[in-house]
């Protein structure tokens, strides 16, 4: 009689600690794909300083789930646009760090993401800001 309750007493401390580390898992994860603000990974201005791009998101190859990389833009210091989309990958995609490594200012309203060797088919354009 006495084991049967030790084994039920155990048995609830058991269900009730994996349960515990379930859901904190599970918050884990739910905070770091969906939560967690996303981390700006580069900052740039236009040659005479009049806009400043800011990227934000996730630039390498997401194990789970979508990555999207944001971006926002302020003129002369005041936002102007905010959180808008620019790429999404998912794992069987090429990283936004991988298709457009580098990036330069065509003119003072005009940014340009590229890849060296891809300049001339597939540059991803940001204009008129």
Known sequence: MA??????SVLIVLVLGT???ICLVLYLVIYSFFLK???TFLTTSSPDKTYTVSLRGQ???PIFFTAEVRYD??????PMLSNK????????DFPFEFLYPNHRWIDEQ???FYREENLRERPLTLWSL
């Open 73 to 78: 833009v302020s003129k002369n210091g005041a």
């Open 37 to 39: 603000p996303l981390q």
């Open 59 to 61: 630039k390498t190859q």
């Open 19 to 21: 349960s515990s580390v």
């Open 85 to 92: 989309f620019l790429s999404s990958a998912d794992g069987l």
């Open 110 to 112: 005009t940014i340009q």
């Open 3 to 8: 084991s049967n309750k030790l084994l039920k």
